[in-house]
T-cell receptor, first 109, second 117 residues
Framework: GQNIDQPTEMTATEGAIVQINCTYQTSGFNGLFWYQQHAGEAPTFLSYNVLDGLEEKGRFSSFLSRSKGYSYLLLKELQMKDSASYLCAVMDSNYQLIWGAGTKLIIKP | GAVVSQHPSRVICKSGTSVKIECRSLDFQATTMFWYRQFPKQSLMLMATSNEGSKATYEQGVEKDKFLINHASLTLSTLTVTSAHPEDSSFYIC?????????????FGPGTRLTVL
């Protein structure tokens, strides 16, 4: 079956760095996405990885290792507004997104 | 660019009534739109894939006669929850893929919170 695993909840301090891991097993691979979702709102796109390596975009970076079925989202210089759920999603061979359950990130002052 | 709107944002209805939710791609054409449902503290659950000009593809366990999907144009898809019951109360989100972009990301509408009394 297809499976996306990510931690349920993480806590970090304002100004610090946090890494959210995601492992996956899917039928085929056409890219891995990270989305941010604030409570009561729809997800917003953060990053996309289809090749191995690190993609940096401002305070957020995303890493992919296809051989390991592994990705992480790195958030630097954490701000209180970064408190949200972070969803990992893999596009399978049918170009359908398979979603993880999301990681709730709590930022403390 | 790549904005998706959804209407209404909130709806409260009585049990047994039908509710229609609209999803529009405002600045791009979307041959494919997706309908998701999200219960509190859970991840997104794909309900169906809506294809312009053809029948929607429903995920296993989703009743196609209860959740009617119409994708009549390249910018509009509608989801009608027929004979809604309290267990249908949820956050319904649509998304669309802009085939003109290199990355296959999905752009999400703001969601519709349905409460069935």
């Amino acid at each position: 079956g297809q499976n996306i695993d990510q931690p349920t909840e993480m806590t970090a301090t304002e100004g610090a760095i946090v890494q959210i891991n995601c492992t996956y097993q899917t039928s085929g691979f056409n890219g891995l996405f990270w989305y941010q979702q604030h409570a009561g709102e729809a997800p917003t796109f953060l990053s996309y990885n289809v090749l191995d390596g690190l993609e940096e975009k401002g305070r957020f970076s995303s890493f992919l290792s296809r051989s390991k079925g592994y990705s992480y989202l790195l958030l630097k210089e954490l701000q209180m507004k970064d408190s949200a759920s972070y969803l990992c999603a893999v596009m399978d061979s049918n170009y359908q997104l398979i979603w993880g359950a999301g990681t709730k990130l709590i930022i403390k002052p | 660019g790549a904005v998706v709107s959804q209407h209404p944002s909130r709806v409260i209805c009585k049990s047994g009534t039908s509710v229609k939710i609209e999803c529009r791609s405002l600045d791009f054409q979307a041959t494919t739109m997706f309908w998701y449902r999200q219960f509190p503290k859970q991840s997104l659950m794909l309900m169906a894939t809506s294809n312009e000009g053809s029948k929607a593809t429903y995920e296993q366990g989703v009743e196609k006669d209860k959740f009617l999907i119409n994708h009549a144009s390249l910018t509009l898809s509608t989801l009608t929850v027929t004979s809604a019951h309290p267990e249908d109360s949820s956050f319904y989100i649509c998304s669309a893929r802009d085939l003109g972009r290199e990355v296959n990301e999905q752009f999400f509408g703001p969601g519709t919170r349905l409460t069935v009394l």
